[in-house]
């Protein structure tokens, strides 16, 4: 049982030696996405000061308007895994394809891809409200110190090595597991440190608040209305509280802590929903999972999944168990 009032550095070093391959290198670029959070942290703190609100004027590889938030936010986290060495790979949600690192002396020895969303929530940034990063890592497939390939990234969520995010909000937390349960670790900003404030987080397995953005609700599965029905309903402990902030990381921290269910269904609009599997919802799963909660597409397990192309999108249903399974008997009736 992690106590408090430990520093993430400290955390870091007691844990190192339960990993189940150990030698470091876990360490090492959990360290350097600490210091990526940090420097995004930093700017996105300033955003209204500088010009860096807004839109940055191109598209991303999903046909979906980068700000200049989502740009800065992917550099800083590629440039900080880039100079320290620490991984073979990095896929990233606003880069078209993943990219292969090459350390000084050309010959790769690190084992870890990383995949990112470097800035989730982008809709909120000009409006002051709180936004993510999502990061999760697996051990390559292909052989060390050759150039990685697609395949080491389209690997199944439950081959996680370690999955969090960093949630830029009224505190800045940076909250993950490397599968031994799931801790978060708050940022004093004028220190610089993150220190352990919330050990063993986990999802109650009863909650009162459902998440899902109701103006596409005329688009959804008859199963999907129906549970929002259930919600809605004045009965038991019933109706249930919606919250929707609008940024996953978010909406996902409040669940955990409260007890709660985050839903982006598919729709008629949008055949997949709109959440991608790589880089958000297995990352998401992965901790669900480890916090004592479930994630799935409505039907199936999303670290079971296995993945055809780095920005595939997937439906996504993920909180407190008692709520994503009754989700399920609606689904199941009427899908
Ligand atoms: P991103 O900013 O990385 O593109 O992700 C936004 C995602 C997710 O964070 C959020 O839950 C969802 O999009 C909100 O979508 P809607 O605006 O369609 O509700
Ligand atoms: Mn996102
Ligand atoms: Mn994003």
Known sequence: MPKKNKT???????????????????????NAIRLAAKVVNHEVNKAGLVDILGAAGDTNIQGEDQQKLDVMANDKFIQTLKNREIVCGIASEEEDDFISINSSDDRNQNKYVVL????????????NVSVGTIFS?????????????MKDFLQKGSEQVAAGYVVYGTSTMLVYSTGAGVNGFTLNPALGTFYLSHPNMEFPEDGKIYSVNEGNYVHFLQGVKDYIKYCQKEEGDR????????SLVSDFHRNMIKGGIYMYPKSSIAENGKLRLLYECNPMAYLAEQANGVATDGFRRILDIEPTELHQRVPFFCGSKNMVNKLHEFMAKNA
């Open 239 to 246: 109706p249930y509280t919606s919250r929707y902030i609008g």
């Open 116 to 127: 990112i969303d470097p800035l989730d929530g982008s809709s909120n940034i000009d409006v």
């Open 8 to 30: 993430l550095g400290e955390f870091i070093i007691e844990n190192q030696s339960s990993f189940q391959y150990s030698s470091g290198e876990l360490s090492k670029l959990i």
């Open 137 to 149: 890592i697996y051990r390559r497939i292909t052989p060390v110190g050759s150039p990685v390939e």
